[in-house]
């Protein structure tokens, strides 16, 4: 089921990181903390233009064809935001700034463009960087064309992983406090295929640089219904982050793709800003893993946290009453938690068993290690249906064992392809019955439907691997200490064909030499 491939595409763009923040961090009166800022900014423009010119070139397709294209670029934001594009200015397109002659300051005109652009885009006022002045137009001559170089062909969130990289790598202290990990692309993507959010109100309680947002406007663009499908008219996002680097972050990643929400900043422990008890129809997250020091006092009486605060001093627990909670009637949600939360004990088993008994676990699947671009971590994907009760499904879980599946990306990284997205999300139609789908069976190593009476037999725990078991193993008819005896015999004959190519080397060296 695994993949392999030796080419890593993301190695010229940490590198191209890295190479900017190093010239700021020598040249500039930024501190290290302030790094991420400017170089997010000069990214995002470059992203955005790289979107704009797209629509602008198939404009001008359409003007040469002497068809009426309604009306002018300038005159029209209106006409790029309807493609799922961020207008931009003239003062604002990546190519002037980079074409600026030397007598111009810079620095002034990149804040300029900053402005312009949050002149035209009402949902980035204040948000854009505009520090620019600080760094010396030298060091900004470098910096636009290093990222001219970087390639924009890219899915998924690009902001939240560059982020991330910079958080890892000059050790920010927001970065990994509490276990906050960008979520890598391929996982969005499975939640998305599983959640299915094609309309409705969609809600990411921990919403860092938006990518959950990002790719359910992908799904609604990949899998549209009809012709008028969009993400902008089918979907509310709502968001919540506590730090407001990240809001803003997560606001420029929105405009970017051409969307809007409603984002806010606030601890969603002791903050519930969108009211969202009973509100949502889709919730996806990726929350900090165990998280510590919550203060239990305040939210005793939060009705998010219905069915009981976790004894213990760690807030997975909290995360998915949240996650239950804030979903509506038809409901439903999919995040990403800590493997151990599927067998923890005492209190948060009891939660555990108010979810279950309540039929809103629909979906479990194990995902396996190093999927996340700084830690090797396992996880498991959880997802909830509230709706769940009213179908064939009722009384029942499907379990799904992912951690056989994978593409290797190089030594220390593994996503999924499009294929194993598929894969994996079409057992879970097959399960739900969609139309289309083949006819659900279990499969020994891979997924089980489990009732909640075999659930409750295992103590509530929701591991995928106490109720899918392992693949048999293929008998190829050997004895293994024949099959052991052979293997050595081939290693026995490769290291003395090994001896002699290095004695011919030998030998080809002397030659050389005399």
């Not at 359910?216 to 509310?236: G, P, V, Y």
């Not at 996880?379 to 029942?396: E, G, H, P, V």
């Amino acid at each position: 089921m695994a993949k392999t491939s030796g080419k890593n595409t993301n190695k010229t763009l940490e590198q191209r990181l890295w190479e900017a923040a190093d010239q700021l961090r020598a040249n500039s009166g930024l501190k290290a903390a302030e790094y991420s800022q400017p170089v997010l900014g000069l990214i995002f423009l470059r992203f955005a233009d790289f979107k704009f010119s797209k629509i602008d070139e198939d404009l001008e397709k359409i003007k040469n064809t002497g068809a009426s294209v309604g009306r002018e670029r300038n005159n029209s934001p209106e006409y790029y935001q309807a493609k799922g594009v961020m207008f931009l200015p003239e003062n604002a397109r990546y190519s002037y700034l980079r074409n600026l002659p030397e007598s111009e300051n810079l620095g002034k005109a990149i804040n300029e463009a900053m402005k312009s652009i949050e002149e035209f885009n009402p949902d980035l006022k204040g948000v854009l960087p505009k520090t620019y002045t600080q760094i010396s137009d030298n060091l900004l001559v470098g910096l636009l064309k290093n990222f001219s170089e970087i390639t924009m062909e890219v899915e998924g969130d690009m902001f939240g992983k560059i982020y991330e990289y910079f958080l890892s790598s000059f050790a920010m202290s927001e970065g990994q406090k509490g276990g906050e990990f960008f979520t890598p692309t391929s996982l969005v993507k499975l939640i998305v295929e599983v959640i299915e959010p094609f309309s409705g109100r969609v809600y990411d309680p921990a919403c860092g640089s938006g990518g959950m947002f990002v790719q359910s406007a992908n799904f609604i663009k990949e899998h549209k219904r009809k012709n008028s499908d969009s993400a902008q008219k089918n979907i509310a996002i709502y968001g919540q982050e506590k730090t407001l680097d990240t809001v803003q972050l997560c606001k420029m990643n929105l405009a970017v793709h051409g969307l809007s929400g409603d984002v806010k900043q606030g601890n969603t422990f002791y903050e519930d800003i969108h009211k969202s008890v009973g509100k949502f129809d889709f919730v996806m997250a990726n929350p900090p893993f165990n998280v510590k020091g919550v203060d239990k006092e305040k939210i005793k009486d939060d009705p998010r946290f219905a069915q009981g605060v976790p004894a213990s001093d760690n807030a997975n627990y909290l995360w998915i009453e949240l996650f239950a909670n804030a979903l509506s009637d038809q409901g439903r949600a999919g995040f990403v938690m800590a493997n151990s939360a599927s067998d923890a004990r005492n209190t948060e088993m009891e939660i555990r068993k108010k979810l279950v008994d309540d039929n809103v676990v629909d979906v479990m699947i194990g995902i396996g290690t190093n999927f996340f671009f700084t830690v090797t971590l396992p996880c498991t994907l959880w997802f909830f249906d509230k709706a769940k009760k009213n179908t064939q499904r009722k009384d029942k879980v499907l379990f799904i064992d992912a951690r056989n599946i994978f593409h290797q990306i190089d030594r220390a990284h593994r996503d999924f392809t499009v294929d194993q997205i598929h894969q994996i999300s079409d057992i879970v139609r097959a399960y739900r019955g969609e139309e289309g789908a083949e006819k659900y069976e279990d499969v020994k190593g891979l997924c089980k439907v489990a009732t909640i009476a075999e659930i409750r037999e295992q103590g509530y725990s929701l591991n995928p691997g106490r109720y899918i078991g392992v693949t048999d193993k293929i008998d190829d008819g050997v004895d293994f200490g024949e099959k052991l005896k052979g293997l050595s015999d081939e290693l026995l004959q490769l290291n003395s064909e090994a001896h002699k190519l290095e004695k011919q080397i030998e030998e080809n060296v002397k030659e050389l030499l005399k």
